[in-house]
């Protein structure tokens, strides 16, 4: 018979919630494929933020979560809007980790930040060759004005509305599909590879983050280490 592994997960807008959905689910499922030895199934569920503060929103979700679901591990999404996920964490996961452990019923329960640098949008540009083929160009980087590394780039969103401007503008209107990139946000979720986006800081400390937990969950060997 298979552990069942509970995972819960909050994020701040309805493209992030169709893309971490398949990202933590791949991502846990990259763990225990390299790592364990055991039959697990992920049963992952969203839940919508409900309070004033960032603390009081991951809150209520945890609670809910751990309470009613039985969740093992909570992620929270929270884009850094810097360089680095410094602040974020000082000034919303610090205050969260203190509030949680100071509430007995949901204190056992596991929290992961998800922290992009700047945000979502430059892990969806980890892969370049993937992004290209599915916004159907064959332009460079350069031309694409997508020069440079993902996390260096102060508005990855905008990167990528303005190459899908670029790109639909150099067909023929009867040929534009006229892509928006809320269509890009599931589909590079679900293909994305691992390895492209471990070359990610804010990605590696996600995946290190959560190989940790699953060994504390003892899903993995407590011996292993990557």
């Not at 055991?38 to 569920?45: H, P, Q, R, S, W």
């Not at 916004?135 to 980087?141: A, L, P, V």
């Amino acid at each position: 018979m298979s552990y069942q592994l509970f995972l819960g997960y909050t994020f701040e807008g309805t493209t992030d919630k169709v893309f971490y959905k398949s990202i933590i689910e791949r991502t846990i499922s990259n763990i225990l494929c390299k790592y364990s030895n055991k039959d697990v199934e992920i049963i992952l569920t969203p839940f919508n933020k409900d309070g004033d503060s960032f603390v009081e929103q991951a809150i209520e979700s945890i609670t809910k979560g751990y309470l009613e679901n039985s969740i093992d591990i909570f992620y929270i999404h929270s884009d850094a809007d810097d360089s680095t996920t410094d602040d974020v964490i000082k000034n919303k996961f610090e205050p969260l980790l203190k509030a949680a452990s100071s509430i007995e019923e949901i204190s056992r329960c596991e929290i992961i930040p998800i922290i992009p640098v700047y945000m979502t949008e430059s892990w969806m540009l980890a892969d370049f060759d993937l992004f290209k083929k599915e916004i159907s160009t064959t332009k460079t980087k350069a031309q694409l004005s997508l020069s440079g590394k993902p996390e260096q780039f102060t508005d990855p969103k905008l990167k990528i509305i303005e190459a899908l401007r670029i790109t639909n503008n150099e067909l023929p209107k009867k040929r534009r599909k006229d892509l928006l990139i809320s269509d890009l946000y599931q589909i590079i979720g679900q293909k994305i590879g691992i390895d492209k986006l471990m070359t990610l800081d804010s990605f590696n400390k996600f995946y290190l983050n959560s190989f940790e937990f699953l060994k504390k969950l003892n899903l993995i060997d407590y011996k292993v280490n990557i």
